[in-house]
């Protein structure tokens, strides 16, 4: 593999659902290592494209390519063993289940083939990364707060080892000072080995965190490139980020 293949590739993939295609031919890239931003407005096919890269939603046409090898149209479990994770919106915890126990789902694949060692350094990983939920490994998921649960689900997506990490609005309803430590978290993927394409509403947020970006409008990549220059972009900063150009 040479450094500079992309660690996810989308090559003008549509995808959509029944009569409705919601992405036209979208062609974007995530580099090892690095964090992009995905803006766009509510219903502009963000969550679509995340479906479609990580197995939940099959393609219609297009390719997804995986650390230099096509991945297209492997179910979501595949995907994971790859090397390819995705939070959903809206934090799916599992409620009845503890913080660790959580956590060792997000490994489940990993389970019996990795000395176990392994597995608990990542968990000891994880606490350092997010130490609520260190303190809270025994708790119920389901009586976490908000942030706190997002914070588990983004965990237990790391606990797979992803390459990338696909991330759909962590910051939805949470409290300004919990959202900066969960962008914070996010932004340290990277040092870690883990790349992360995010899905975000708030924009400003999402490109102080990222190094590049892409917006999308009804199904097609509008624009791209470094966040500085889309910040500074008047119709990016005019439309996401609330400024006149
Ligand atoms: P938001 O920020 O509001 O989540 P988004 O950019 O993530 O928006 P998507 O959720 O990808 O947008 O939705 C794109 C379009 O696809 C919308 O018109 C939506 O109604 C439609 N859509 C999404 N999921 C489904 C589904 N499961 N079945 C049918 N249509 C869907």
């Given at each position: 593999?040479?450094?500079?293949?992309?660690?996810?590739?989308?090559?003008?993939?549509s995808?959509?659902?029944?009569?409705?295609?919601?992405?036209?031919?979208?062609?974007?890239?995530?580099?090892?290592?690095?964090?992009?931003?995905?803006?766009?407005?509510?219903?502009?096919?963000?969550?679509?494209?995340?479906?479609?890269?990580?197995?939940?939603?099959?393609?219609?046409?297009?390719?997804?390519?995986?650390?230099?090898?096509?991945?297209?149209?492997?179910?979501?479990?595949?995907?994971?063993?790859?090397?390819?994770?995705?939070?959903?919106?809206?934090?799916?915890?599992?409620?009845?289940?503890?913080?660790?126990?959580?956590?060792?789902?997000?490994?489940?694949?990993?389970?019996?083939?990795?000395?176990?060692?392994?597995?608990?350094?990542?968990?000891?990983?994880?606490?350092?990364?997010?130490?609520?939920?260190g303190?809270?490994?025994?708790?119920?998921?389901?009586?976490?707060?908000?942030?706190?649960?997002?914070?588990?689900?983004?965990?237990?997506?790391?606990?797979?080892r992803?390459?990338?990490?696909?991330?759909?609005?962590?910051?939805?309803?949470?409290?300004?000072?919990?959202?900066?430590?969960?962008?914070?978290?996010?932004?340290?993927l990277?040092?870690?080995?883990?790349?992360?394409?995010?899905?975000?509403?708030?924009?400003?947020?999402?490109?102080?965190?990222?190094?590049?970006?892409?917006?999308?409008?009804?199904?097609?990549?509008?624009?791209?490139?470094?966040?500085?220059?889309?910040?500074?972009?008047?119709r990016?900063?005019?439309?996401?980020?609330?400024?006149?150009?």
């Amino acid at each position: 593999m040479s450094p500079a293949q992309p660690v996810l590739r989308l090559e003008a993939l549509s995808a959509g659902y029944g009569g409705l295609e919601v992405l036209h031919g979208v062609d974007l890239v995530v580099q090892r290592n690095e964090v992009v931003a995905l803006l766009g407005a509510n219903g502009a096919g963000k969550s679509t494209l995340l479906a479609a890269s990580s197995g939940l939603l099959r393609p219609r046409r297009g390719r997804v390519w995986l650390d230099g090898a096509e991945v297209t149209g492997l179910p979501a479990e595949r995907l994971v063993r790859l090397g390819l994770a995705h939070v959903p919106e809206r934090r799916q915890v599992f409620a009845t289940m503890t913080v660790l126990e959580n956590l060792l789902l997000g490994a489940h694949h990993r389970l019996g083939r990795e000395p176990r060692a392994a597995i608990q350094t990542d968990l000891a990983a994880m606490v350092q990364v997010f130490p609520r939920l260190g303190e809270r490994s025994r708790q119920l998921a389901g009586t976490l707060s908000g942030g706190e649960q997002q914070m588990l689900a983004i965990a237990r997506g790391l606990m797979s080892r992803p390459l990338v990490l696909l991330l759909d609005e962590p910051s939805l309803g949470l409290a300004p000072l919990v959202a900066r430590d969960i962008f914070q978290a996010v932004a340290a993927l990277p040092a870690r080995g883990c790349a992360v394409l995010l899905v975000e509403q708030n924009a400003r947020a999402a490109l102080q965190v990222a190094a590049r970006g892409y917006v999308l409008e009804l199904g097609r990549i509008a624009a791209e490139g470094p966040t500085d220059a889309l910040a500074n972009d008047a119709r990016v900063s005019a439309a996401y980020l609330g400024r006149r150009g």
